[in-house]
Nanobody
């Protein structure tokens, strides 16, 4: 059974920082590309960062230079360091696997997400 547990969200002022964590189980974590997605109110869920099993990273233009994704395969955990936060970063953040199409392997497994709210 796949479980994804996100944590670390909160309320922060614009320009501030947060670090999100996601603990995964039920998947062979070390071989999967993992990513962070977010969904703002009234908008579709979007992929903002991904990291391959080898550590290569890729970011959406909207977060490039401000967000850093990392992973610890020994802990089955993926992280998202978010700096210079903007009000438009306000969303619920989720982690999941990422395929070459930029979508999760299965859309059936999502965690509860963690809310990030940036006040201006």
């Amino acid at each position: 059974q796949v479980q994804l547990v996100e944590s670390g969200g909160g309320l922060v002022q614009a320009g501030g920082s947060l670090k999100l964590s996601c603990a995964a189980s039920g998947i062979i974590f070390s071989i999967n590309t993992m990513g962070w997605y977010r969904q703002a109110p009234g908008k579709q869920r979007e992929l903002v960062a991904r990291i391959t099993s080898g550590g290569s990273t890729n970011y959406a233009d909207s977060v490039k230079g401000r967000f850093t994704i990392s992973r610890d395969n020994a802990k089955n955990t993926v992280y998202l360091q978010m700096n210079s936060l903007k009000s438009e970063d306000t969303a619920v953040y989720y982690c999941n696997t990422v395929t070459m199409f930029g979508t999760p392997i299965s859309d059936h497994y999502w965690g509860q997400g963690t809310q990030v709210t940036v006040s201006s």
